[in-house]
């Protein structure tokens, strides 16, 4: 019955993505569910991390229907991208209240993410780079994501913190 994002919806919670969403929607003037398409992303990654669905034919899967449509899907990517730093920040603080943080050891995983365009011109995969950040405990830190494929990015206030908390450790 893919109900399997039910027991996420619990850690979508505690990390409180509803609280960071209702600030953005109202920052924004957003007349969409924002937190719905938001959880259903991540929901949607975890649940089918290979799948070659659409995230919303994917959110089409669960148990209960999505309550937004592709379009919003679209603009809320392009919102949540604009509000990385903020989130970022917040997610970092959230973790940090629930969990505590492990801070003996830094673990760091470089990976890819492949995305679709509506463009059937384009000929090669658009790729964007992403660095993942973990502490002693594998519990997320943060991450970065590259699209422009730039060799420098200035850190935000998250990977500021991570910094000064690993003695300097490079990012």
Known sequence: FNGGYLFL??????????????????????DFNLDAVLSRLIYSRIIYPSTQLSYYDSAN?????????????????????????????????NTQKLFGLNTDQLFYDATICLYET????EKSVPIIPMELYFDGNMMPLTYRCNPEHLKSQPL????????????????
């Open 118 to 121: 509506s463009s059937r011109k």
């Open 9 to 30: 919806q619990e850690y979508y919670s505690q990390l409180a993505f509803h609280e960071i969403c209702t600030e953005i929607k109202r920052k924004h003037k957003l």
């Open 61 to 93: 899967l669960f148990i209960e229907p999505p309550d937004f449509t592709p379009k919003q899907v679209t603009k809320g990517l392009k919102v949540l991208a604009n509000e990385k730093d903020f989130i970022k920040n917040r997610l970092y603080e």
């Open 156 to 171: 935000s206030t998250a990977e500021e913190k991570i910094k000064q908390m690993y003695h300097g450790s490079r990012t």
